[in-house]
């Protein structure tokens, strides 16, 4: 396992081109409390950016729009394509798609967003079924939010219509994360300690509930193929606690527990090929692990030298909050509490860059990686243009490989064993 602790002295790291902010409207007698934004969310087509205002509020803007008020130098094309490609798919439809800035009054404080697409990602590995209460389109965009009390509310990204009300959880609904397949399978975790399985294409049915946390379920991330998903949490034990729990979303069972953290785990993402997953911890550690056979490859530090588990295990004022991977496999973004956003390549020790951020609370890339959004406590988000590398072949081929071929069956391929230490992220 590789240990990456931070840079002695990071001011000394290149900081990332400030791309733009989307400041929340604020009043003289606006409570502190409730402001928060603790999610942002891209559409997966690039057509949407939603976040949290507070005070109940969503704001849903089209993501081509806000790259063309920013005047972001060298992405006037992103726009440009991301503005043909949807004028093209929904040329039949007229303007009924054509996406349009909305707010969204959610009636409780909003802790989690997602964007879930009847278009797959990848390859789909759902099978058609009749449609029951909703007779969608081939390009429906769902926006679900999770609320304060419990309730799953989910929204036509292009209407701002309220379409289901979910209600099962008994606590916050802590994350949302929909399969990338197209099936508009949802999955919720909640302060209730349980997960719950939605079919949006079934009148919002649920399907599943999922329980082996022994407290709160902070968040989850399906991988590319929608066949795992990953859960973290909190527990009551601190010092080796198992907080990253990972799921056989065919047979929805416990594939393994992975053991590490000495603190709560917040956020999870895996990487775009499926063969990395990065979790985030109070500890002040971000892990990526091979979810194929539990094991921590890279870690990530956020104070220097490494906290002993039992000063990570309490208030350190380290706490990483978010964790994201980017869209070409080889960067990863990192909040913490110390006021800073991290770049982090997987094969190199220290953040690439660095850039100050007050009270961020959580972070994503943009659908193409060219940006990534930081969400704050006041109910504001702030861009960075996200390093830039024309990746190499060789990670090129690594990343086709893992799409389709999980740890073991790398391992047993007949090729030299530098090869397949490459191939399985360990060189």
Request: proline share 6%; aromatic share 10%; net charge neutral.
């Amino acid at each position: 396992m590789a240990s990456f602790p931070p840079t002695v002295n990071e001011k000394l790291i290149a900081r990332p081109r400030t791309v733009g902010e989307l400041l929340a409207p604020t009043s003289p007698f606006d409570k502190k409390c409730g402001r928060e934004n603790w999610t942002v969310a891209f559409a997966p087509d690039g057509s949407y950016f939603a976040w949290s205002q507070g005070h109940r509020v969503v704001k849903l803007v089209p993501w081509a729009q806000c790259l063309s008020n920013f005047l972001l130098p060298g992405t006037k094309n992103v726009a440009n394509s991301v503005s043909t490609r949807l004028a093209r798919q929904n040329s039949d439809g007229g303007q009924k798609n054509k996406p349009c800035e909305h707010i969204i009054d959610c009636g409780d404080i909003v802790w989690s967003l997602a964007f879930g697409s009847s278009v797959p990602e990848k390859q789909s590995r759902c099978v058609n079924i009749e449609w029951h209460r909703f007779k969608f389109g081939q390009d429906q965009l769902l926006l679900a939010t999770g609320l304060n009390n419990g309730r799953i509310k989910i929204w036509d990204a292009y209407t701002g219509k309220l379409l289901l009300n979910l209600m099962d959880h008994t606590e916050v609904v802590r994350d949302l994360t929909f399969a990338p397949d197209g099936s508009l399978i949802l999955v919720s975790v909640s302060r209730d300690k349980t997960l719950r399985v939605w079919d949006l294409k079934d009148d919002g049915n649920m399907m599943k509930v999922l329980r082996g946390h022994q407290n709160w379920v902070y968040g989850c991330a399906f991988s590319p193929d929608s066949s795992v998903l990953c859960s973290v949490g909190a527990s009551k034990a601190v010092v080796a606690a198992i907080l990253v729990f990972l799921w056989d979303m065919d047979k929805y069972s416990m594939i393994r527990k992975l053991e590490g953290h000495h603190n709560d785990v917040v956020a999870c993402e895996f990487s775009p090929d499926g063969a990395l997953l990065a979790t985030a911890s109070y500890d002040t550690r971000v892990y990526v692990w091979d979810p194929h056979i539990g094991v921590i490859l890279m870690e990530f530090g956020h104070l220097f030298p490494p906290p002993t588990p039992i000063f990570a295990g309490g208030a350190n004022d380290r706490w990483v909050r978010s964790v994201s991977f980017s869209h070409d496999g080889l960067h990863i973004a990192s909040l913490a509490d110390d006021k800073m956003v991290r770049f982090w390549r997987i094969d190199e020790e220290y953040p690439v860059q660095v850039a100050p951020l007050n009270n961020g609370l959580c972070c994503t890339f943009s659908t193409d990686g060219s940006v990534l959004a930081a969400g704050t406590q006041d109910g504001s988000v702030f861009f960075w243009a996200t390093p830039r590398q024309v990746s190499s072949l060789q990670h090129l081929c690594r990343m086709a490989i893992r799409r389709v071929m999980p740890t073991g069956q790398v391992k047993n391929l007949p090729i030299p064993s530098k090869v397949v230490q490459f191939l399985c992220y360990q060189i």
